[in-house]
């Protein structure tokens, strides 16, 4: 059973141009959650998707940022006219459905704007 | 809201001796899950240990354990004869099972674990 999978590892973005990460969660899993790294920090919430429905984007910027959890395909960490401040690692971690249910990582996407 | 305190940003140990890592929490829940995650030079997460609140007898996995004080609201793992490939950062973490939508979950700061040759 393949783990959770994200591209591209490794993203490098200039000022103001976008950047999509993108997630596949582990098979039968159907709830994703996005996290981010900033550098020498903890991982920070971002967001939780379930298949079609955002259920909480508590820890996602206001602006410049969506997520997407299509019915067919990947999950999708979007963010818009990217700023050096963006720079950092992205983890998407999954869980198949039940609040007790663990949640598993990704490799992570390593995000870097110059 | 949550939080959860890693107070010892650093960390570490010789070789084959065992190590304590703390961790603090604050909640108000009574049912909750506590867990610690390790990130190796990859930055890969990869689960350690696992403890749900409910459950008086403390997590065990291999050479990790841990000691969960409930009252106390502290969660610290311990790792027994310690390996190289044990270096690497850790993270403690909590989730609330109950809320339905509130599957976050909430990280520490991060201990940065070394092991001595």
């Known amino acids: 059973n393949a783990g959770v999978m994200q591209n591209p590892r490794h993203l490098v973005r200039r000022r103001g141009q976008e950047a999509r990460l993108r997630c596949s969660p582990m098979?039968?899993?159907?709830?994703v959650y996005w996290y981010r790294q900033l550098p020498e920090e903890g991982l920070k919430f971002m967001v939780y998707?379930?298949?079609?429905?955002?259920?909480?984007e508590s820890g996602m910027p206001k602006e410049r940022f969506s997520a997407e959890f299509p019915k067919e395909g990947p999950s999708i960490l979007r963010i818009q006219q990217v700023v050096r401040g963006d720079s950092a690692a992205y983890f998407c971690?999954?869980?198949?459905?039940?609040?007790?249910?663990?949640?598993?990582f990704g490799p992570g996407t390593r995000l870097l704007v110059l | 809201a949550q939080t959860v305190t890693q107070s010892q940003p650093e960390m570490s140990v010789q070789e084959a001796e065992t190590v304590t890592l703390s961790c603090t929490y604050d909640?108000?829940?009574?049912?909750?899950?506590l867990f610690w995650y390790k990130q190796p030079p990859s930055r890969q997460m990869i689960l350690v240990i696992r403890?749900?609140?409910?459950?008086?007898q403390n997590a065990t996995e291999n050479r990790f354990s841990v000691n969960f004080q409930k009252a106390a609201k502290s969660f610290s793992l311990k790792i027994s004869d310690s390996q190289l490939g044990d270096a690497a950062m850790y993270f403690c973490?909590?989730?609330?099972?109950?809320?339905?939508?509130?599957?976050?979950?909430?990280f520490g700061q991060g201990t940065r674990l070394t092991i001595n040759p």
């Open positions: 973490a909590y989730r609330s099972p109950l809320i339905q939508g509130a599957q976050k979950l909430v």
């Open positions: 403890q749900e609140a409910y459950k008086q």
């Open positions: 971690a999954s869980s198949p459905p039940g609040n007790r249910a663990t949640q598993y």
């Open positions: 909640t108000s829940e009574s049912d909750y899950y």
């Open positions: 098979k039968g899993h159907s709830h």
């Open positions: 998707l379930q298949k079609e429905n955002i259920i909480d």
